[in-house]
C-alpha cells in the first residue's frame, strides 16, 4: 500500500522561507506525476504546483510563480515545494498527491495517491 507523508510545515513571519518534503512508501512513484494542493479553513482545496514524473514539465498557480519551486528525486521516492517570500494568504494546509502518468493534472479527482497534510501558517 503506497503512503505519502508531508513534513516541514511550521509557523513563520511573512517573507520567510520553507521546504515541505513528501516521502512515498510501499511502491516506487518515479512513474507519478506529483502535485502540491493546499486548503485554508472554509475554503475549497486548490492546486498549487505540478511536477512530471521526469521532472521536465513544471506548473505553478499563478499566485505562487516566482515565490515556489517544485522538484523531485525519484531515488529518494519524495517531492519537495520551496516556499520563498512566504505571504499571510499562503497560510493552509499543504498536501502532496501522485497521479499515474506524466501530463499535468489540475484537478484532485483524479490523483491516486494523498499525505494526510502539514500546517503552514504565515503571519504578517
Known amino acids: 500500500q503506497v503512503t505519502l507523508e508531508e513534513s516541514g510545515g511550521g509557523s513563520v513571519q511573512a517573507g520567510a522561507s520553507l521546504t515541505l518534503s513528501c516521502q512515498g512508501s510501499g511502491s516506487t512513484l518515479s512513474s507519478y506525476g506529483w502535485s502540491w494542493f493546499r486548503q485554508a479553513p472554509g475554503k475549497e482545496r486548490e492546486f498549487v504546483s505540478f511536477?512530471?514524473?521526469?521532472?521536465?514539465?513544471?506548473v505553478y498557480e499563478d499566485a505562487v510563480k516566482g515565490r515556489f519551486t517544485i522538484s523531485r528525486d525519484n531515488a529518494k521516492n519524495s517531492v519537495y515545494l520551496r516556499m520563498n517570500d512566504l505571504k499571510p494568504e499562503d497560510t493552509s494546509v499543504y498536501y502532496c498527491?501522485?497521479?499515474?502518468?506524466?501530463?499535468?493534472?489540475?484537478?484532485?479527482?483524479?490523483?491516486?495517491?494523498w499525505g494526510q497534510g502539514t500546517q503552514v501558517t504565515v503571519s504578517s
Open positions: 511536477i512530471s514524473w521526469n521532472g521536465r514539465n513544471t
Open positions: 498527491a501522485a497521479v499515474l502518468g506524466a501530463s499535468y493534472v489540475p484537478d484532485p479527482g483524479r490523483y491516486d495517491f
